[in-house]
């Protein structure tokens, strides 16, 4: 399906393609290190699993960065 | 008149742009900055700050100055090992502008202290190392309504992001909460290239100098992420988010609470 994913249009394979799917796909280690939002909504962690993304969606995964080296 | 000669040149570079000058040099003097950090981020921000003629900048840490913050905390010399980080960085800005006040204050920012703080001044940079901290500093800003910046860098990589409160995202709008401990690794379990921590804390600068002045268009409802391996920059758009807990419609958070391994509790 087709995806905007962090700016880029991507062509992924498969259909009914979940958040965690696309977490996989991207290779995020793991999904406590990003925050998602989809067309631009936050979405919840619990909802990763659950939330089935439509032809054309944008998804955006913001890595937390906590250091401000001390 | 109320610059000397001397004030004039120091400050001519600013004074001859035309976005900027006399009047905006003049909101500089005026303004109140405090940088949140005496740290990567920090130190780069308070000393361009000082060098811009911020009238008065409060700087806030409670560590002192380590061998290995000496590759990226640039306001620390090797001599000002094991001294205050705010003492430090306050001798530092004061040699660069002797005519500035600084207020150091050393002391761990928590939930039951923070909003006094932020409350005196214009615009607040955060430069703190962890979540807890970051989501205090957002929290605190958006109860007060005092604009600030948001950073954090991370090996290559840097972010940040300006908060005009109730105006503009929040960064709880789109981080929501600070992730599980350990989940993210920190600058000291991680690494950091020295130079990132400049190139953010100097966008941080220039975000409170274009707030004080009054010109272009703040980094406001966007994220700047980048990464500095491939040179990359990109900034991605975000919005206040109704559901927001801090600064939404209904929000759920009206009072601070530290979060476990807060400031208050951290020792380094």
Same mark, same amino acid.
């Given at each position: ?6 700016? @880029? ?15 996989? @796909?991207?290779?995020? @280690? ?24 439509? @032809? ?15 | ?11 001519? *570079? ?47 840490? &409670? ?17 000002? =090992? ?21 207020? +150091? ?7 039951? &202290?923070? *909003? ?13 190392? &962890? ?15 005092? +604009? ?6 991370? *090996? ?8 005009? +409160?109730? *105006? ?12 599980? $401990?350990? $989940? ?5 379990? $991680? ?23 009054? =010109? ?53």
């Amino acid at each position: 399906m087709k995806l905007t994913i962090n700016g @880029e249009a991507r062509e992924i394979a498969g259909d009914r393609l979940t958040v965690m799917d696309v977490l996989k @796909e991207q290779k995020v @280690e793991s999904p406590d290190m990003v925050a998602v939002q989809v067309n631009g909504a936050f979405v919840a962690r619990p909802q990763y699993d659950d939330l089935v993304l439509a @032809e054309n969606d944008t998804v955006e995964f913001l890595y937390f960065m906590g250091g401000g080296a001390a | 008149m109320r610059y000397s000669e001397a004030q004039l040149e120091r400050y001519s *570079r600013h004074i001859i742009l035309q976005e900027v000058g006399l009047e905006g040099q003049e909101k500089i003097s005026d303004a109140k900055v405090l940088i949140i950090g005496a740290g990567g981020l920090g130190a780069p921000a308070a000393l361009y700050l000082a060098a811009a003629g911020i009238g008065t900048i409060g700087i806030v840490d &409670n560590d002192r100055v380590d061998i290995s913050n000496l590759q990226r905390q640039i306001a620390h010399f090797t001599d000002d =090992i094991g001294r205050e980080k705010v003492i430090s960085a306050a001798a530092k800005m004061k040699a660069i502008n002797p005519e500035i006040t600084v207020n +150091p204050l050393e002391m761990l920012l928590c939930a039951d &202290n923070i *909003r006094a703080v932020v409350r005196d001044y214009d615009f607040v940079i955060d430069g703190t190392d &962890n979540f807890p901290t970051k989501f205090l500093v957002n929290d605190a800003c958006v109860m007060e309504n005092i +604009p600030y910046s948001h950073g954090g860098i991370l *090996r290559f990589d840097g972010q940040t992001m300006t908060v005009l +409160p109730g *105006r503009s995202a929040c960064y709880r709008c789109s981080f929501r909460q600070p992730p599980p $401990a350990n $989940a993210v690794p920190t600058c000291s379990q $991680a690494g950091v290239l020295g130079a990132i921590a400049g190139m953010l804390g100097t966008i941080q600068a220039a975000e409170a100098l274009k707030h004080i002045i009054g =010109i272009g268009q703040l980094l406001t409802d966007s994220l700047l992420t980048f990464n500095a391996a491939a040179m990359n920059f990109r900034k991605i758009p975000l919005r206040r988010q109704p559901d927001c807990p801090v600064c939404g419609a209904n929000p759920t958070i009206t009072e601070l609470v530290d979060y476990e391994q807060t400031a208050c509790a951290l020792k380094h």
